[in-house]
Structure formats: C-alpha cells, structure tokens
C-alpha cells in the first residue's frame, strides 16, 4: 500500500521566476545545470598559442555545427598570435569587434542567458575566471526542405508550404511579402519549451487593436510547453464553448500574406509548419485561396456550390428523418413508394439507421485518416462498398439512407477549412436528433439555435458573421473592382487599389 501513497505536491512559484537561473556565469554552474546532458561538452582552448591564457569553450552537440565552430571560433583563436599577448581585457576587446569570424556575436554575463544561448545553437567562450562569455551563434539550422502543401491543394498558386522552422517561414513571408511596413515580433511561450511565438502585421493597414489584443493573450500563456497549434488556438480563442473555429490556419505562405494585405494579423510558431491568421470569420474558411486565381464568375459559382453543400451536409439527413417519419405527405408519391418497399423489411427506424450510417461514416473516415496512407485510402474504399453493400442486403439499412449519408458526407469534403468541417459534422448529429424528434418543427429549431449560436460568436472583438453583411463570402467581384479591405477588419487603410 505504501507504494501508492500519494506524495505531497508542493505548488511551484507563480508566475515563473526570472531569471529562470540564479547564480555566477561558472563553468562549475554550467556543468551543474547540464548535469547528466551526454550532449554538454567542452574543451579548453589556448587563445594565440599563449598557454599561460586560456578559455573554456562550451557548447552542446547537435544543436551546433561543428566545422562552423572549427572554422569561425577555433581557427582564428589559433591562428592570431597577437590576441595571446593582448592579455585578457585586450583580447575581450578584439574578440567583440571582430577578430573572429561569425557574423552574430553577444556579451552574456548572467548564467541564465548563456545556458538559453546553448540550446539555442550557440557556443560560449567562457574567459578565466567566469562572470562573462562571448555568445557565438554556430547552430545547425538542420530543417525540412520548403516542399508543397499536402493540405491545401495549389492548383494556380505557388508550390511553397511553411516548414517546422521559424525563421524558414518569416523568410517566406518576406520573400512574398517585400514590404518595408511588414512588422515580426517575437514572444516566448511556455516554462519547459520556451517556444518563440511571432506576431506579424502591416504597420498602417492591420488594426493595431487587434495587435495589442494579441500580444496580450500571448503574454498570459502560462504552461509548461507550446508544442502543438491546438495549445495556442485555443488560448487566444474568444469561446472555448464552440466547435467553429475562430483563427484560421493555412499550410500556404501566399494565403498567409494574402491575410496580412486584407488587415489581419498572423501568428507563427517554432515547430509547427503552420500560420494562424485572426480574426477569423465564417466567410474566411469558406473561401479557397485559388479564388482569387479563377475567373471571377466561376469562383461565385464555386463559392455559391460550397455554401449549398455546406447546408446539404447539415439538414439533408435531418430533412430525411423529418420527412420520413413526420411529413411523408411531402414526398412524391412514386418516391415514397419506393422508400416505403425498400423500408418494408428494414427493423430499424429512420432516424436509428440514419445515426448508424453516420456514426460509420465517421468511423470510416477517422480510420482512413490515422492508418498509413497506402492502406487508408484502400480501408476507406473497402469499407464504403463492402460494408454499405453488406447492410443493404442483409436488410439492416435502407438503400435511400445510405445514398442520403453518402451524399451529405460528399457534401462536407467540399469545404477548403478541415476546421469547419469538424464543426458542421458535429452539428449535422444534432440535427438529426432534433429532425427525429419534432420532425421539421425540429429541424427549424435546431437551424434557429445554430444561427443564434453563430451570431453570438467573436474573434478578436469582430462578430463571426460580420463577412456576410457584405456579401464578399459569396460573391467576388473582378479583381479590378475590389477596391476597398474588408471593413469588419477596422483597417486603418481600407483602399488596397486605385
């Protein structure tokens, strides 16, 4: 019993305390505080032959390249006699305006600032005594190549897609984005990863409210580690309580900045090969990014398609229920022939077999998701036509609701926001229910709590539906006639063309 005897839990300062490391700049210090790294290491260096001055030069394998430390640090500390007889202020002194090679060198003098340098990359070269080091940064920059987005399919577009490292996705944001007024800032997020967040926006076009509103979330982030989008959406989300979602994400640098000229601001984190723009409203992720690519005709009528199918995926299997078991007067009557000889045998309600279908629908789909791709897409096929063939024929399901559930979850994979879709799969079970207990008058109910839902919803201080009033969502004009920025995004410049 006694090994699982609760340990008492003493609560950690709060808020985190700075510095995060109190002590001298030691190499006794050093090594404490990187205790049992095997990848700490260190090596004493004579600095220009003279052996009667010499320096600790520490860093930690892997996160620095090796022939870098060689080449810029090593070789010009050897090679430079006259840096031994300067002694060690002279020699501080030559170092700090250049006498070695690489391009970003920083004085540290506090323990807590040298260890953040090593794991940043860089290598220290300690002087005798301690209490101050010259931060060299020598990092590997070790990242995936820039490829194409997997996500978002660039029909006209370009090919680039964010990657996993920060810096790599600000340079892609200002390779498509030269502007001089394009602002980064940078916090850090989280006691354990210390995950560099940057907010990004156009000086004199994005609303500097929402820039100060964004700034202040990040700051009151407190935990242990930012590793994942889904951590940082939802702590600058406005509501929790709903599965819309309030920030859009995009795997594309173009769609990103595209964000950034309409007056939004974008949020871009380490480790994660995505960018967050906000606010996000529902027209947003009804819009695809090759849009603005197509004729302007036929991007209305795609934009007018997508809004029909996302209804279609919301109220047809509810409207089948509803009809079926409440309204069967509204059916042709040849169709309702059909529906009643092909139920005849069927044990189970409309309403049963219709949750049953998408219940399956969505077990099918999460399974093609998770498994390896070359075995998803045949386990996803396999089992809508083996599965759904098996359930006609042995009289567990009618053939009608199947072509219903088919036909809606067809109809939500039309949606450019994977986000959304989420939430409209979710709210189409309850819609459903509802249909299926008060038929239509249900039905209606359930639409008028989703519009209300909607309605009540903000990011960042713009409502949700605000896109609508002006009908950008659904209708895009010719590019020449588009001459004014969104005005629900505050814009302190609302024309983008003459």
Known sequence: MGFFRKKAVIDPPHPRQEPRLAGPLTMEELGRVFENCVDYDHRSVAVGGNETLRMELVFLAGMVRMERVSDYVLRPLAQDTALGSLGEDGAWERMVSGALYSLSVSEVTTLDKAVGGLIDGNCLLLFPGGGRALSFNVGTE???????????VAVK????????????NTSLVRRHLKAPELRVKEQVVGRQSL??????????????NTV??????????????????????????????????????????????????????GVLMEGIP?????????GDFLRAPEDRSENWMVATVLTLLRWACLLGTLFLPGFYVAMVNFHPEMIPARLALSIMAARRDVPFSALFETLLLLLAFEVLQEAGLRLPQSIGQTVSILGGLVVGSAAVEAKLISPAVLVV?????????????????????????????????????????GAALLVGHLAGLESFGTAYLASLADGEPILRQPLPADKFRPAHLNSENRRKQR
């Open 142 to 152: 070790e990242k995936r190549g820039i490829g194409t987005p997997e996500d978002e």
């Open 157 to 168: 577009g370009p090919k680039d897609s964010f990657v996993e490292n920060l810096r790599t």
């Open 195 to 208: 995950t560099p967040v940057d907010i990004l926006w156009l000086e004199g076009i994005a609303d500097p």
């Open 212 to 265: 100060a509103e964004l700034e202040k979330r990040l700051r009151d982030i407190d935990i242990d580690a930012l590793l994942a989008t889904g951590n940082l959406e939802e702590y600058i989300a406005d509501d929790l309580d709903t599965p819309f979602p309030l920030t859009q994400s995009t795997q594309r640098p173009d769609r990103f900045c595209y964000g950034l000229c309409q007056g939004r601001v």
């Open 274 to 282: 995505l960018g967050c723009l906000v606010p996000g409203v529902l």
């Open 405 to 445: 559930v088919a036909v809606a979850g067809i109809a939500g994979y039309t949606m450019p926001s994977q986000d959304l879709a989420g939430a409209l799969r979710l709210w189409r079970f309850f819609l459903a229910l509802l249909a299926g207990w008060a038929g239509l008058f249900g039905l209606a109910a």
